[in-house]
């Protein structure tokens, strides 16, 4: 898909607050925090003004900010080879962007607001267990399952398939676990930009993990098994 912004889309991004960009666009943090831009204290400013005051190109930032943006309903291949390139791209690959990014925000909010009576105590934990767990497991489908489905080995992708629902299932849990300690990513009144940015990435996280298990558990397993029944 085409992310390049229109000439309109670029202008209304670079007047905005970017400490605002921080909180909409979930990923944003990183690319600010490589470039040295202060989204949280200094966050009131426009992208172009804090462009132009670090001596940064806000073209060079917008063009990567665009690669953040992912559309909604994406289409998703039916084609099981298809459907798995698509995996990999939209959900293995931006995985491994989101959590090392949340799991440093988690941490910063932690330290930074420790006395204040909605910090998400032990969110930074969770969310790097989580983030090992899910490793292994899409390790597990790219290394085996996936090359297996690929050569479209039906019987004998039965037990790694299974195995794949069961720890679906446990994410699932883990999922329920990251929103109670987020407080349903619902950021308290006054949280800092780093806060209310960390709550955005968890609510985008949680749902890109519900949507690619709702992918390969009732779209792309089920073409490798008997007749069964959808589950999420």
Not at 101 to 128: Q, Y
Not at 156 to 168: D, F, K, L, S
């Amino acid at each position: 898909m085409d992310t390049t912004f229109a000439p309109a889309d670029t202008l209304e991004r670079a007047d905005q607050p970017i400490g605002q960009i921080a909180v909409d666009l979930p990923g944003a943090t990183a690319v600010f925090r490589r470039l040295k831009l202060d989204f949280c204290c200094g966050g009131q400013i426009a992208l172009q003004q804090a462009c132009d005051n670090k001596g940064l190109s806000v073209d060079a930032v917008l063009a990567e900010l665009a690669r953040l943006e992912r559309p909604e309903n994406p289409a998703v291949p039916q084609a099981p080879a298809e459907m798995i390139d698509h995996i990999l791209t939209r959900y293995h690959a931006v995985h491994r962007e989101q959590l090392p990014e949340l799991i440093r925000m988690a941490r910063r909010v932690e330290a930074v607001h420790r006395e204040h009576p909605s910090v998400p105590t032990g969110l930074a934990d969770h969310l790097e267990a989580m983030e090992a767990e899910l490793l292994d497991h899409m390790d597990k489908e790219e290394q085996m399952l996936f090359p297996l489905l690929r050569a479209g080995g039906r019987g004998v992708a039965m037990m790694p398939i299974g195995v794949m629902r069961a720890e679906h299932t446990s994410h699932g849990g883990q999922l329920e676990r990251l929103m109670a300690l987020a407080h349903d990513a619902t950021p308290p009144q006054g949280a800092c930009n780093t806060w209310r940015a960390l709550y955005a990435g968890v609510n985008q996280f949680s749902d890109d993990l519900i949507a690619h298990i709702h992918l390969e558990n009732n779209q792309l397993f089920p073409q490798y098994e008997p007749a069964r029944a959808a589950c999420c």
